[in-house]
């Protein structure tokens, strides 16, 4: 996706990251003015009934969940075969890009206290 690109009514900023079932971009929602994450499913993926299903199934869990350790899902966005989720965007450091950039593993604290915020969130998910 180029900078120029549109989704819906979003306009795309720049790439945050991508993986093997799609990406995710900052953009603009041009209708608020609110900054916003969207995850894409790969359009290859988009014809695998088992990728969809799965893609769907994220949509509805997070439509349920309300709370401030889970990104919020504002909306998804079907384009055609193209699937989009809509959501908070929360700035940070992946877990990963933390660990590399330290070459140590996190103190036990600090460990603790992350496993902690994500349990929290995941209260809601039982």
Partial sequence: ???DQMIGHYR?????????MGAVHVAIDT???????IKSLRPELTRDPDF?????????????????????LYSPV?????????????????LDDVLRERGRPLAVREALAIVAQAADGLVLCA
Avoid: Q
């Fill in 31 to 37: 209708y608020i003015d609110r900054t916003v994450a």
């Fill in 12 to 20: 795309i900023v720049e790439l945050l990251g991508s993986g093997a």
């Fill in 1 to 3: 996706m180029t900078d």
């Fill in 78 to 94: 079907i384009d055609g075969a193209d699937m989009h989720l809509v959501m908070e965007l929360v700035r940070g450091k992946a």
């Fill in 52 to 72: 969809v299903s799965r893609f769907r199934g994220e949509a509805k869990s997070l439509a349920l969940l309300n709370h401030p350790n889970i990104a919020t």
